[in-house]
């Protein structure tokens, strides 16, 4: 049996580590990533120290400036990263080149260098037709990362409500192995 162990990026208060542990105690987060551009006060990495106790492997800085070769090896890699430049209400929105959008990258360049064996991604449903001018794009370039990297990809559009998230709001959710 592989190890539980686990990466979480743009953790945010940690809803992926939650649900890991409801589902099985043994999931084991060996470093977490949480950061709030721009902002002096960092609510969100606060709480989650607060749920989780303090760690040296958690840190609170941009993703993009990390040296991705000091994240330990795990098996899993989680995250919902942000969402803004992927939503298709706003015509303007830029996708995966808008100033959130390129975080993408940062992801694909740690799948790169860590090469978990699996790894779980969550968006909202837009990202599948993104960007609004040029529908399905980003996704495409996504799913072609993965290709690249030798992951096999499944992904489902997913009723949040089902699963008594959010009301309402749907989600796409990616599963890569
Ligand atoms: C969609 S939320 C993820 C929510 C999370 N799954 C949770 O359970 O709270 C995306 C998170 O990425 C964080 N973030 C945005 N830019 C970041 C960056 N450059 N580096 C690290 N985290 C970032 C945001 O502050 C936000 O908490």
Redesign the pocket.
Known sequence: MIEKTVCEL???????RLGLEKENPEWNTVWA?????GKKKQY?FDCYVSHFGKSENYINE???SIDKNIIPAHNLLV?????QDYSVARTGAEGINGK?GV?WWQIRDILEIKKPKFVLL?NVDRLLKSPAKQRGRDFGVILACFNDLGYSVEWRVINAADYRICPKEKKNICICL
């Open positions: 743009f953790a945010g208060v940690g809803g992926f990533n949480q950061w709030e551009p969100a941009d993703i993009a995250g919902g990263f942000p969402c959130k975080l969550e």
